[in-house]
């Protein structure tokens, strides 16, 4: 145990709910006699500090590329996000409270590697998935959206990425680019379920088909065991690898949004983090 304990909370997380989580996460941590700070200024972390991130997959995501390293800290996830994807495979159905208290009793955490984006020549680093095309512009849409926070509240979370996917349908070209460190995405969709979170490898899952067939190929991925097999989709597995675009496509990386962009890059960064 360190001798202050970091907080980085995302307030707005879930509706609301990262901030119930930070109040009944205080007076534990007070009743240990553990010193806390919250982490207003990432710029100010000790190297080597342990953070307690409550929030989604999206709210690690800022965290992880607002530091400069980010293999030198270990990070406590206690979810509270709209997905919580990354949580559902390292820790499937586990309470913030568990994850704490797994943490106070000195459990191991776990090495898992960080993806890297690269458009327009700034780099990225993501924990879950990136994607191009309709997957992305879903995520936008859902982060952006009315949608999301109605069914936050009714605690109906994927509901509220399956009403935005109809919405685009129309809309968005039917093109859907994913790259996973990760077997599962927003939506409860697994288009890579053979990715690994330590393999040193990056997924990828590609789909062009005609607008009519999208929601179609899309249902199969809900909760699929195994790749799935279809004459629009193609897998790769790499470690680094480029991919071009006759036009500027929607991109974004664990719920973030990122600039339009013709061509992406996507490898493995040099060095995993801790999490537990």
């Avoid at 927003?186 to 979170?197: H, V, W």
Wanted: aromatic share 10%.
């Amino acid at each position: 145990m360190k001798e202050v304990l970091y907080i980085y909370l995302n307030p707005t997380a879930g509706s609301g709910r990262a901030s119930q989580i930070w109040n009944n996460v205080q007076p534990i941590l007070r009743e240990r006699h553990i010193v806390y700070q919250l982490c207003t200024d990432v710029s100010t972390l000790p190297i080597g500090a342990d953070i307690i991130v409550i929030g989604g997959d999206g709210t690690f995501n800022t965290l992880l590329n607002t530091l400069t390293q980010p293999e030198l800290y270990r990070y406590i996830l206690l979810p509270a996000g709209t997905s919580n994807s990354l949580c559902s495979q390292i820790s499937p159905k586990e309470s913030w409270a568990n994850k704490l208290r797994r943490y106070l009793n000195g459990d191991p955490f776990q090495s898992i590697d960080l993806g890297l984006l690269t458009i327009h020549q700034q780099s990225y680093r993501f924990v879950n998935e990136a994607s191009v095309g309709f997957a992305a512009a879903i995520a936008l849409a859902t982060e952006n959206g009315a949608n999301k926070r109605f069914f936050n509240r009714l605690h109906l979370n994927e509901l509220g990425y399956i009403a935005t996917a109809f919405q685009c349908w129309a809309t968005e070209r039917p093109y859907m680019l994913s790259f996973c460190n990760n077997r599962r995405i927003s939506g409860n969709l697994y288009p890579c379920p053979n990715a690994k979170i330590n393999d040193q490898q990056i997924d990828s899952y590609e789909l062009t088909c005609p607008r009519i067939v999208l929601p179609f190929e899309l249902t199969r991925l809900v909760n699929a065991h195994h790749n799935v097999q279809s004459s629009y989709v193609r897998f790769d597995t790499f470690a680094t690898k480029s991919f071009h675009f006759e036009e500027p496509l929607p991109v974004e990386m664990d719920g973030n949004p990122l600039p339009s962009a013709k061509e992406v890059i996507v490898s493995v960064y040099p060095q995993p983090i801790a999490v537990l």
